[in-house]
């Protein structure tokens, strides 16, 4: 299992920016499609966004769309999500994690897709 260490997290006011970040400890990073989930109080794990492995075809959730960016620095074994115009719905813990299969390219994400997780970061967004 890759281990995934997110930071970044804190206490934002509404339209404020936080930039998370995603260390992983496998060099085999680079050849997973990658991906942000939260959790928001009370509710279901949401995937956020998510990049393939190669190539330019990025998920993201319509809730996010326009506001969030993610990105990879595979010399790094870093992943990135940029969150810009934050709203208070934004409030969750955010996690890192890893698609299950190998060199995945496909367009569609779900919860179920990830299989190592890390440990998450708390963004909280104030009103």
């Known amino acids: 299992q890759m281990q995934l260490t997110e930071s970044g997290g804190g206490l934002v006011p509404s339209g404020g920016s936080l930039r998370l970040s995603c260390t992983a400890s496998?060099?085999?990073?680079?050849?997973?499609?990658m991906g942000w989930i939260r959790q928001a109080p009370g509710k279901d794990h949401e995937v956020v966004a998510a990049l393939p492995w190669i190539g330019s075809g990025i998920y993201y959730a319509d809730s996010v769309k326009g506001r969030f960016v993610i990105s990879r620095d595979n010399a790094e074994n870093t992943l990135y999500l940029q969150m810009n115009s934050l709203k208070p719905e934004d409030t969750a813990v955010y996690f890192c994690?890893?698609?299950?299969?190998?060199?995945?390219?496909?367009?569609?994400?779900?919860?179920?897709?990830?299989?190592?997780w890390g440990q998450g970061t708390q963004v909280t967004v104030s009103s």
């Open positions: 994690a890893a698609h299950r299969e190998r060199f995945f390219t496909g367009r569609m994400y779900r919860v179920s897709d990830f299989g190592a």
């Open positions: 496998n060099r085999a990073f680079d050849n997973y499609a």
